[in-house]
């Protein structure tokens, strides 16, 4: 039986690789950041009747998409001899081909797999890949059907790069993440709301050293499904570590490693639902807490109930659908009034190892009644 393959997805951050390439030159992904890269795993240009010279050959008559700028083709080959062939040599600028000798590249992209009878398999597949290393699409072509239409198509359809701007000086230093939950996830976290019902959510407070739960109508309203199910939690964590945390420790050096609280809440345009400025570790019951994020559900059905930063100017910040918004702990924020619809959104709190010592030691703050979110 052959082994699982576990294929990076849509939102994942493309495994990391360096690898040599024709004329003796090495090519490394990480440092090929800033552009759009289409990644072409076509075994060699020999085996399969001939597909993968034919895979190649297809795409020099798209070379066009490539302007090693802004955009990058890079083919992945099992066969070194590949980097010398006469169709190699002749790629233009925008276009590489590397080699996978020992199909370690293949084998972290789910492009290759170990048999039963301990073979290695091969694939076909592309992954295109936005300028910041996520993967917007990934497309696989069978050598039954060799043509790369909808793999032209696809890469076609990624929206233009913006041109370039002069930064703003109120700009907040928070990440905007696309892709992080898939539409099908963010529907069926709506629908857990509305089956399990919300309570009303209060905020932290410290009265005399203790953390406290407060309400406060003019501060906050909200209502919170707090999510039990394991199932549930685990999809959270896997997406959140595989498409949040690497973008933490690239940006701001922090290695998260812990999640505090799964939660659904909702925002409702009939009650105004809003949080009024505030930090989100001012409290020893609270201290631990390093990035807060916010997923939002369903971008699109709802009007106010945006992000600001106050200390940061006026900007207002709404990721899509499925995106999340990401920023310190420390920052001062808020959540506008949502003056129609429901917003829905998922709500956690990102933290290490050190800061769950810190959770522990000031568990013995929190008030009466007050448990910790099961991290």
């Not at 997805?9 to 440092?31: C, M, Q, T, V, Y």
């Not at 933490?248 to 050096?253: G, N």
């Amino acid at each position: 039986m052959e082994q699982p393959r576990i294929i990076p997805a849509r939102g994942d951050i493309a495994p990391p690789f360096n690898a040599l390439a024709s004329k003796n030159e090495s090519f490394s992904l990480p440092r090929a950041g800033g552009k759009r890269i289409m990644l072409c795993f076509f075994a060699d240009l020999k085996g399969s009747n001939g597909f993968g010279r034919t895979l190649i050959e297809s795409w020099l008559q798209h070379a066009s998409l490539f302007d090693s700028k802004e955009s990058f083709f890079v083919g992945i080959t099992y066969n070194e001899e590949d980097l010398s062939d006469p169709l190699t040599l002749s790629l233009p600028e925008g276009m590489i081909v590397v080699s996978d000798k020992s199909a370690e590249i293949a084998r972290i992209y789910g492009i290759a797999a170990i048999t039963s009878e301990n073979s290695l398999r091969h694939y076909h597949g592309h992954f295109i890949l936005e300028n910041n290393l996520t993967i917007a699409d990934t497309i696989v072509i069978s050598p039954d059907d060799p043509s790369i239409e909808k793999v032209v198509e696809a890469w076609k359809r990624l929206p233009a790069l913006p041109s370039p701007l002069p930064a703003r000086l109120d700009q907040a230093p928070v990440l905007i993440i696309p892709n992080v939950f898939e539409p099908a996830l963010c529907k069926a976290l709506i629908e857990g709301y509305r089956k399990n019902g919300g309570t009303p959510s209060g905020y932290m407070k410290e009265v005399n050293g203790r953390t406290i739960v407060a309400v406060d109508p003019n501060h906050k309203v909200r209502s919170d499904w707090l999510i039990e199910d394991r199932d549930i939690q685990q999809a959270a964590q896997i997406r959140i570590s595989r498409r949040i945390a690497p973008h933490i420790a690239k940006c701001f050096q922090f290695h998260v490693t812990r999640i505090e609280r799964y939660i659904v809440a909702c925002y409702n345009g009939a009650e105004k639902g809003h949080f009024r400025a505030h930090r989100d570790n001012t409290t020893k019951g609270t201290a631990h807490r390093r990035f807060a994020v916010t997923i939002n559900l369903n971008a699109d059905e709802y009007e106010g109930g945006d992000l600001t930063f106050p200390e940061f100017g006026r900007s207002t910040y709404r990721a899509p659908t499925g995106g999340a918004v990401v920023f310190s702990c420390s920052l001062m924020h808020q959540a506008m009034p949502v003056v129609k619809g429901e917003r829905f959104c998922f709500l956690p709190f990102l933290y290490d190892e050190a800061a769950a010592k810190i959770r522990e030691e000031n568990s013995k703050y929190l008030g009466d009644g007050l448990k910790p979110y099961r991290a």
